[in-house]
């Protein structure tokens, strides 16, 4: 198959979504299939282009055996509204432009959010003349009304109607969590074309073996417990969870908290942080993919954490999955999916997502009971191989892919 994918993020990039699409793409490659990726110059999270690339009007490279055609961008900040609006919509005008020149395809598949991707693979395959499939990892416009981002109004109605319009035309619809399905086949009106298949780990990469010692040394805490936050510090987050923790174990000079991302909250958390004094929390800031192994090595335990609201029970967070990979119990404050996956595995603890009080007495109990942490960690790492292998879960995809273009 000649497969062309949409997407808005892609390695250098390191958050989900460039994850996601990286390891699936490279293992249909593996398999003999043509991949080429249409995305953005890279520039995620501080919207500034990485060195090494130009914000050219076309650039091509190879990664792994995947053709990647970068387009010019209207880079932007992961904060704010307006100028990431913009952004997103000059990617779907950018890709609408560059389709023609691309080379013949079997099939179009567009990830969403960026909504304005997802929408724009709808355009490229009637372009190229193609099945579309839109893969689906969040129930966007809703969520952004969800943070408060935006409030309800006659822009978040027209974007549910570019919503639907996008579910009824897409040929197939990947979602990535069970929950997000009823809300998906009641708008497009056809349940079966809707295809569920969730993030998974890249076990080779994510090894329970790898040291972190090195780096906490690096950081000034070696032989400290460390219960560590890595990835996005939104509004759908809750991250303020964790600074009240902190305030709460002062006198635990053995423990210490450390975030690791980027996003529209890290600034304002990083002030916050100054203002309480916490000396027992680190944060580090975006790191690049190389150094996540020897981060997980040196956690003690993943905090995996949202805000607590309704929709946030319809999620998986793709760092349960890498945490599990990596052996390490998890401490998760969502609701919903995600708590019955970690139930269902026995690879860590739920608590009541913002309570910072339930949050600092489970630090407190796992970093007291290293046998019960390795128990949850071992249990975890195998759950993730068998049910959520990357490579398994880009099969999956790559079967469906074909059954459509056949």
Request: a neutral charge.
């Amino acid at each position: 198959m000649h497969i062309l994918f949409l997407t808005h993020y892609f390695p250098p990039e390191v958050n989900a979504p460039a994850s996601r699409t990286f390891e699936h793409a490279k293992v249909w490659v593996g398999h003999g299939h043509e991949v080429m990726v249409l995305t953005n110059q890279p520039n995620h999270p501080a919207g500034r282009i990485y060195p090494g690339y130009r914000n050219r009007l076309h650039q091509k490279e190879e990664l792994s055996g995947i053709q990647v055609r970068r387009m010019l961008t209207l880079t932007a900040p992961n904060r704010g509204f307006l100028r990431r609006t913009l952004n997103y919509l000059f990617y779907l005008v950018m890709a609408v432009l560059t389709a023609p020149f691309l080379p013949r395809v079997d099939v179009v598949v567009s990830t969403s959010p960026q909504f304005f991707c997802g929408l724009a693979g709808y355009l490229v395959s009637r372009i190229k003349r193609v099945p579309w499939v839109l893969e689906i990892r969040d129930l966007w416009p809703e969520s952004i009304v969800t943070v408060g981002a935006m409030e309800r109004s006659r822009t978040i109605r027209m974007l549910e109607w570019l919503e639907h319009f996008a579910y009824r035309h897409a040929d197939r619809i990947v979602s990535v969590t069970d929950s997000f399905v009823p809300r998906i086949a009641a708008a497009c009106g056809d349940p079966d074309k809707v295809v569920v298949i969730k993030n998974g780990v890249d076990l080779a990469f994510f090894n329970p073996d790898e040291s972190g010692d090195e780096l906490a040394a690096s950081l000034g805490i070696g032989g400290r417990f460390v219960a560590a936050y890595v990835g996005t510090h939104g509004m759908a987050h809750g991250l303020d969870v964790i600074l009240e923790a902190a305030d709460r174990l002062r006198d635990r000079h053995d423990i210490v908290f450390v975030m690791a991302g980027d996003g529209a909250e890290r600034e304002r958390l990083v002030q916050k942080k100054e203002h309480m004094g916490l000396e027992n929390l680190l944060i580090l800031g975006q790191l690049p993919k190389q150094r996540m192994p020897s981060l997980w090595g040196m956690t003690g335990v993943s905090l995996v954490l949202l805000r607590n609201q309704p929709l946030f029970n319809t999620v998986l967070p793709s760092k349960l999955f890498e945490a599990m990979g990596m052996a390490k119990p998890i401490i998760l404050g969502v609701r919903g999916e995600s708590q019955r996956l970690l139930e269902q595995s026995g690879a860590g603890m739920a608590i009541e997502p913002e309570n910072a009080d339930e949050l600092a007495a489970a630090v407190v109990a796992l970093a007291d009971d290293a046998e019960r942490r390795r128990g949850m960690g071992l249990a975890g790492r195998r759950f993730v191989e068998e049910h959520f292998d990357r490579r398994k879960l880009a099969e999956r995809f790559e079967q469906m892919l074909a059954e459509l273009v056949r």
